[in-house]
């Protein structure tokens, strides 16, 4: 079963009116409940904004800036997330059970003990081939269960590269196309 973390007031917003106060200059939603639907913020400017606790659970998020926010224990089970700035994000504690990350720009951003399980890093088309990039991403103590991570992009020339050291892994396809049956702790997992 998956738990929701809460971690400060719970407040019923709607999509509208999270973008309404954040335009007026507002920054912290900690423990935000994003309202049904949860359309409407594709393609929105959200940088550093304070989402600790939010149940975001299938918000479509897509294509937007979400650059060194603070999701921290966030709900983002099954979240839109394609394609999307978490570029320097803290998503400590989040879970992101079968989240859509294709295309995301998650470098830098900090994942520790978050839970990925089933998370989607990339997607293959005929045409297409979109990758996230995890360059210098902390994973550390996540739950990587059901991942491939074997198409995601890595910087080999940043000075930090992605850390999985800790994570759970089970079913896994690490950068460089190990495939981890588990369920195994990797206790050295710096890839470059």
């Known amino acids: 079963m998956v738990r929701k973390t809460k971690i400060s007031q719970n407040i019923d917003l709607w999509p509208e009116e999270l973008i309404r ?3 007026a200059g507002e920054r912290n939603f900690a423990g935000c409940i994003l309202g049904l639907p949860r359309r409407g913020l594709q393609d929105v400017d959200l940088s550093n904004i304070i989402l600790n606790g939010a149940d975001l659970e299938r918000a479509w998020l897509s294509r937007s800036n979400l650059y060194n926010s603070q999701l921290l224990g ?57 990758t996230a990039n995890l360059t210098g991403a902390n994973l550390r103590g996540s739950i990587l269960a059901d991942v491939k991570l074997g198409g995601v992009e890595i910087d080999p020339g940043h000075s930090r590269q992605l850390d999985c050291t800790g994570a759970l892994l089970w079913n896994t396809f690490l950068p460089d196309g190990t495939f981890v049956a588990g369920p195994t702790y990797f206790h050295s997992g710096i890839y470059k």
């Open 21 to 23: 106060r954040y335009a």
């Open 74 to 130: 966030a709900y983002l089970s099954n979240a839109d997330l394609v394609e999307t700035d978490l570029s320097g994000a803290d998503l400590t504690g989040a879970n992101l059970y079968e989240a859509r990350l294709w295309g995301a720009n998650l470098r830098g951003a900090r994942l520790v003990d978050a839970n990925l399980t089933r998370a989607k890093f990339f997607k293959l088309t005929e045409t297409t081939k979109q």
